[in-house]
């Protein structure tokens, strides 16, 4: 969407659509067009924090950093042990 359009308003172009309701066997519907989605990334469009992960799980984009730390996943009184 045109950034300076209200949210929900007129769209440039529908690059892809997602289903996040799982039809009866258990599948969530994305349909993606790759072609036209690395065009707009081409030419400075930039995605959302959600949509950059969905395109990174479907290699259109690099993954992107993960956002915890190993260090944080250690319980408090096992890691000041350590240190």
Known sequence: ADSRAPRDGKFLEIIGT???IANSAGIKEIRLKADRI???ISVGAQPSERVAWILGK???LPPPPQR???Q???PKKNREAED
């Open 18 to 20: 997602y289903n996040p």
């Open 38 to 40: 690395r065009y707009w």
């Open 58 to 60: 479907f290699g259109i």
């Open 68 to 70: 915890f730390s190993v």
């Open 72 to 74: 944080r996943m250690i």
